[in-house]
């Protein structure tokens, strides 16, 4: 059998070997090999003047409501072509692997519950859902009438993407789980993700304080890099099959 890739640490492995409550926290990273670009990727074509942060305010939609709409269902479009990749598929057996599992997202694009996980935690929304920018509320019928943004059915309103924007505060009950999830794990494995956007970053450092064990997986380094207890070198896609292969022969 060719050696693998990676080489995951017989220390590391040890500790999975009879690890129980674990958490995932993931980044765009982890949709990247999906084709789903990061944030941090360069935008393109139309898009490639803007900086995400420009778009995905609600200062911006408010200035230039059409825009922001018409930004979202350009990524809608990339999400919903996308497919996971087989970093979602590994992840997706975590669940089966340990006990107690938390996996707790920052992605918007729902390529994790495609890929078989169950009760993702959604920090930052969900760009299939949207929302009236008025009440807050699930809109689940959008009149087709070629308005864009759509008006809300029940008040007329505009209709806005379900995800979080720069400056708004993420879903209390999604925090909350997952800061009580990050609390009482063994090991947070921190995948795909630049570790820069809080309170999302901040759970590394809360599993950290409260001793559990740090594992990064991402291709470069990231402001968490150092503080990690194991860092896998490498694209999601390609380390997380290899890990639950060595996890599953591991634990039997
Ligand atoms: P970023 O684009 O900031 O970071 C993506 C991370 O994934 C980087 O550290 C890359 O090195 C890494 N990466 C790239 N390809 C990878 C691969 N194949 N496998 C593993 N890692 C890979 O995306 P996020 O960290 O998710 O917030 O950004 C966090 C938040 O910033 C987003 O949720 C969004 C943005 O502002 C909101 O929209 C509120």
Redesign the pocket.
């Known amino acids: 059998m060719a050696p693998p890739l990676i080489e995951v640490p017989p220390a590391l492995l040890e500790r999975l070997r009879s690890a129980e409550r674990v958490v995932a926290l993931?980044?765009?990273?982890?949709s990247?090999?999906s084709g789903v670009p990061?944030?941090?990727?360069a935008q393109s074509g139309l898009w490639a003047q803007y900086r995400?942060?420009e778009l995905?305010t609600p200062e911006a939609f408010l200035k230039n409501p059409r825009m922001v709409w018409d930004w979202y269902a350009f990524r809608r479009t990339l999400t919903q072509k996308a497919a996971p990749n087989p970093?979602h598929v590994a992840l997706s057996r975590f669940q089966e692997l340990f006990g107690d599992f938390t996996l707790i997202t920052?992605?918007?694009d729902g390529l994790h519950a495609r890929a078989g996980s169950r009760d993702v935690i959604e920090?930052?929304g969900n760009i299939e859902t949207t929302l009236c920018f008025d009440e807050g509320t699930v809109a689940t019928e959008i009149a087709d009438d070629g308005k864009s943004p759509p008006r809300c059915p029940q008040c007329g309103g505009l209709l806005r993407p379900g995800?979080?924007?720069?400056g708004?505060s993420l879903p209390q009950a999604a925090l909350e789980r997952a800061e009580q999830a990050a609390q009482r794990c063994e090991v947070l494995f921190s995948?795909?993700?630049?570790?820069?956007?809080h309170p999302?970053?901040g759970l590394a450092w809360v599993a950290r304080r409260t001793g559990a064990l740090l594992v990064e997986?991402?291709?470069?380094s990231?402001p968490l890099t150092v503080h990690a207890d194991y860092v896998l070198s490498?694209?999601?896609?390609q380390?997380l099959p290899l890990l639950v292969q060595q996890i599953e022969a591991v634990r039997g």
């Open positions: 993931t980044g765009a990273g982890v990247a090999e990061t944030f941090r990727d995400p942060e995905a970093g920052q992605n918007v920090l930052h995800v979080v924007w720069f708004e995948i795909g993700t630049s570790s820069l956007v999302a970053a997986i991402n291709p470069t990231t490498g694209p999601a896609g380390v």
